[in-house]
C-alpha cells in the first residue's frame, strides 16, 4: 500500500467480511506498516477461488475509493 494509513484503512474496510462458518475457510488479515497480509486456508481449491477472487474484487473497490478521494487526512 502506498502507506500505513492506507494499509490501515483497507483493514479496516476489509476484515468485517468474514467467512461464512459452514465454508470450510478461513481469511486472516493483518496489516504492518504499509503491508496488507491476508492468509487463507481452505478444504478445497473451489471454496479458496471464489474466495481470493471476491477479496481482491473487494480490494480493488478500496483502492479505487482511497485514490477518487485523495490522499488521506489524518484524524
Do not use: C, H, Y
Given at each position: 500500500?502506498?502507506?500505513?494509513?492506507?494499509?490501515s484503512?483497507?483493514?479496516?474496510?476489509?476484515?468485517?467480511?468474514?467467512?461464512?462458518?459452514?465454508?470450510?475457510?478461513?481469511?486472516?488479515l493483518s496489516?504492518?506498516?504499509?503491508?496488507?497480509?491476508?492468509?487463507?486456508?481452505?478444504?478445497?481449491?473451489?471454496?479458496?477461488?471464489?474466495?481470493?477472487?471476491?477479496?481482491?474484487?473487494?480490494?480493488?473497490?478500496?483502492?479505487e475509493?482511497?485514490?477518487?478521494?485523495?490522499?488521506?487526512?489524518?484524524?
Amino acid at each position: 500500500m502506498p502507506s500505513e494509513r492506507e494499509a490501515s484503512i483497507a483493514l479496516g474496510s476489509l476484515a468485517p467480511d468474514r467467512e461464512p462458518r459452514k465454508g470450510g475457510i478461513t481469511k486472516e488479515l493483518s496489516a504492518l506498516g504499509n503491508v496488507l497480509s491476508v492468509r487463507w486456508t481452505a478444504d478445497e481449491a473451489r471454496i479458496l477461488r471464489v474466495s481470493v477472487g471476491s477479496f481482491l474484487d473487494n480490494l480493488a473497490l478500496v483502492l479505487e475509493t482511497m485514490e477518487q478521494f485523495g490522499p488521506s487526512v489524518p484524524l
